[in-house]
């Protein structure tokens, strides 16, 4: 009777997986002649999917990207950390004869394509272990956004199709950026690059090609070589930004007017058409930026994203932090503090994992438990006020 209670309940169990892979399936059928439409044969289309499995973890990751979730203290702490502009300024040094030679081809400054390298993938170090055929024919069927996933989809069947890599180096992040420089399947067929001269564009073991891939991206999106991407303000007391954006640019002499001045003294560029940036309001750091930030804005849409490649770039040349503090009095943790956070979490007995800097859900749940014993909001956020508090016992 036992054994008989425990397959009934491993088949109820199995049923879910069953449904939804089938459905899976009756999805990918569907897609068949549109894959065949945009060019990939069915051989290819057989050979990858017919006992593909949906990558369901997924799906949570569409509404949870930290781009739009974190709060840009946050978000910049971690990814303009001392760790990243040191290591910046290493592969600037260990690559300075490519970055010049790819900047005299495509006109982007070498600080500008390592910040985008350090930020995609931490210099080379973290492509990504997600199957992005797997996981862009999941999104392809499930969630939001199909339509763009789909295209996706087509373009990565496409390169395996084509040869330009084998199936099992295909990995990448859950959305389908692969590489150095995480280009999206499609990006790679419109943009990416042989500057080695093997012969072939490859973003995941060559590293001229991927950093030659990258200027040419920003070079097609609209960089400009005399611009910067722009520089760091100090608004007039009581002025409003409602309204204001990257994209609503007016001539910096109308900035000047209106009271907006260069945080290093310097004068605002009459002529030079710049956009107002405040990310945190009118208390926070302010920016005006040019066209070039919109060339970077392109790579991944957001604008703390943007902000922390142009911050880093600009970081890599010498630059300083901010001028304007954040306004919180609780700033985000940088990479080193997260370990050390997790450290002090796994003295106390919480079961985190690895020691890795990045605060997953075992994180997570372990800073709401300390945050609950301290008879805080228990938001499962990690600042530097808890870290403070494990570090006093």
Avoid at 119 to 136: A, C, D, R
Avoid at 154 to 175: K, V
Avoid at 281 to 304: C, H, K, M, W
């Amino acid at each position: 009777m036992q054994r008989l209670s425990s397959l009934c309940l491993a088949a109820t169990l199995a049923a879910p997986a069953l449904a939804q892979d089938a459905s899976f399936h009756q999805c990918l059928d569907g897609l068949r002649p549109t894959a065949r439409a945009n060019g990939v044969n069915e051989t290819t289309f057989r050979a990858h999917t017919d006992s593909l499995q949906p990558l369901m973890s997924v799906i949570g990751n569409l509404d949870a990207q930290p781009e739009f979730k974190t709060p840009i203290w946050d978000y910049l702490t971690v990814l303009v950390d001392p760790q990243r502009v040191e290591e910046g300024a290493q592969r600037l040094q260990q690559n300075a004869e490519l970055l010049q030679r790819v900047q005299q081809r495509f006109g982007v400054d070498p600080a500008t394509v390592v910040a985008v390298w350090g930020v995609e993938s931490n210099y080379g170090q973290g492509f990504g272990k997600t199957p992005i055929v797997q996981s862009l024919a999941t999104l392809s069927c499930y969630g939001r956004r199909q339509a763009y996933f789909r295209t996706e989809f087509y373009s990565a069947l496409r390169l395996l199709q084509a040869g330009h890599f084998p199936a099992e180096r295909l990995q990448g992040s859950w959305a389908g950026a692969f590489g150095h420089t995480q280009f999206m399947p499609s990006t790679y067929e419109r943009l990416a690059v042989d500057f080695d001269g093997d012969g072939r564009a490859d973003l995941i073991d060559s590293v001229p090609d991927a950093l030659a891939s990258t200027a040419n991206f920003l070079q097609r999106a609209g960089w400009r070589q005399e611009l910067p991407w722009g520089f760091e303000v100090k608004l007039p007391e009581g002025f409003s930004v409602l309204g204001e954006g990257r994209r609503t640019k007016r001539p910096g002499s109308e900035w000047t007017a209106r009271g907006v001045q260069r945080v290093d003294g310097t004068p605002v560029p009459a002529d030079m058409s710049l956009g107002l940036l405040a990310p945190a309001g009118a208390q926070g750091p302010a920016f005006l930026v040019t066209r070039n930030f919109d060339a970077i804005y392109s790579y991944n849409a957001a604008e703390s994203y943007g902000l922390a490649i142009a911050h880093l770039a600009d970081r890599l040349r010498g630059g300083g932090p901010f001028a304007t503090p954040w306004p919180t009095d609780d700033l985000g943790l940088t990479r080193a503090e997260r370990r050390e956070l997790q450290t002090l979490l796994l003295a106390r007995g919480h079961d985190i994992g690895e020691v890795d800097g990045l605060l997953g859900e075992k994180t997570r749940s372990a800073v709401r438990a300390e945050q609950t014993r301290l008879g805080w909001e228990a938001n499962g956020r990690a600042g530097q006020k808890l870290l403070r508090a494990l570090r006093g016992g």
